[in-house]
């Protein structure tokens, strides 16, 4: 069992940044991929970025160029760091843990979420 906790989240004006945390806590050897999703109302959940355990990258096209995920493999925590954020981007965002070591953008690979962090992004 993993348990999935994000911080960060918040009010921030167009052009602004912010700076997403995710800690993964419980059994470690069912956490590879650790990957960030966000949700805005009336929508599909989305994929952001994703981060192997060997510190590989690979982001979503709307978010590709501004947004860039980090992780210590040390303490199970991966970071987002979001710039020159837009009114779009605002959304739920959630980070979810995957026993699969590819780089994995489908939400169904994904093993554990957590509850989500509200990132708003005023114009």
């Known amino acids: 069992q993993v348990h999935v906790v994000e911080s960060g989240g918040g009010l921030v004006q167009a052009g602004g940044s912010l700076r997403l945390s995710c800690a993964a806590s419980?059994?470690?050897?069912?956490?590879?991929?650790m990957g960030w999703f966000r949700q805005a109302p009336g929508n599909e959940r989305e994929f952001v970025a994703v981060i192997s355990r060997t510190k590989t990258t690979y982001y979503g096209g709307s978010v590709n160029g501004r947004f860039t995920i980090s992780r210590d493999n040390a303490k199970n925590t991966v970071y987002l760091q979001m710039n020159s954020l837009k009114p779009e981007d605002t959304a739920v965002y959630y980070c979810a843990t995957s026993s699969r070591g590819s780089l994995v953008q489908r939400a169904d690979e994904y093993n554990y979420w957590g509850q989500g962090t509200q990132v708003t992004v005023s114009s």
């Open positions: 419980g059994s470690a050897f069912g956490i590879n991929a």
